[in-house]
């Protein structure tokens, strides 16, 4: 039976390559990947810039010709600027692999790591059920738990951050 480490690597293989569906069978044990093979389309958003106070310079009036009232438009803008994103400098740990995310090794256990705890490289800190299988999910990071991203029980996908890690 292959290990965790050893399908993180046939993932990340085949993710870089043009392989678009691998199968690997040993003593009963079966491996089956398949990249999603659409196309996504992407259209950029037109953001407006921001519009200046309009000023009408004063027209002459001529004799007998009657001028509409002119109201020049103000209008209001404003300009936001972005916020530092605090997620900036952390180190996110993620799934290798689509499954069910558990924050305990069992029901009536403690969790693995809560918000506040330091982990190293080799620190396991959650588990992730694919196919009936529990596979215990490394930190492979140095640093403190800073935000726990899903919940015990949820689905996650492959490569999704499940864990933000302030580093050392």
Same mark, same amino acid.
């Given at each position: 039976?292959?290990? /965790? %480490? ?7 293989? @085949?993710?870089?390559?043009? @392989? ?20 996504? =389309?992407?259209? *950029?958003? %037109? $953001? +407006?810039?921001?519009?200046? +106070? /309009?000023?009408?310079? *004063? ?10 009232? /002119? ?43 809560? $918000?506040?705890?330091? =982990?190293? &490289?080799?620190?396991? /800190? ?12 490394? &930190?492979? &990071? ?18 999704? *951050?499940?864990?933000l890690v302030n580093p050392e």
């Amino acid at each position: 039976m292959l290990k /965790v %480490q050893e399908i993180r690597e046939i993932i990340k293989l @085949i993710d870089q390559s043009s @392989i678009d569906e691998f199968v690997y069978e040993l003593d009963g044990a079966k491996i089956e990947m398949k990249k999603k093979t659409g196309t996504i =389309v992407s259209e *950029p958003v %037109q $953001v +407006p810039a921001p519009q200046v +106070p /309009v000023q009408q310079a *004063p027209v002459a009036q001529t004799a007998g010709a009657q001028q509409p009232a /002119v109201s020049p438009a103000v209008q209001e803008s404003t300009v936001s600027v972005p916020q530092p994103d605090k997620k900036e400098g952390l180190t996110e740990i993620t799934s290798p692999m689509v499954g069910t995310f558990y924050q305990k090794p069992s029901p009536d256990a403690d969790t693995y790591v809560k $918000v506040g705890d330091r =982990v190293d &490289a080799s620190t396991v /800190v959650c588990i992730v059920e694919a196919m009936k299988l529990f596979n215990e999910i490394e &930190a492979e &990071a140095t640093g403190e738990i800073v935000e726990i991203l899903v919940k015990d029980g949820q689905l996650v996908e492959y490569g999704q *951050p499940l864990f933000l890690v302030n580093p050392e």
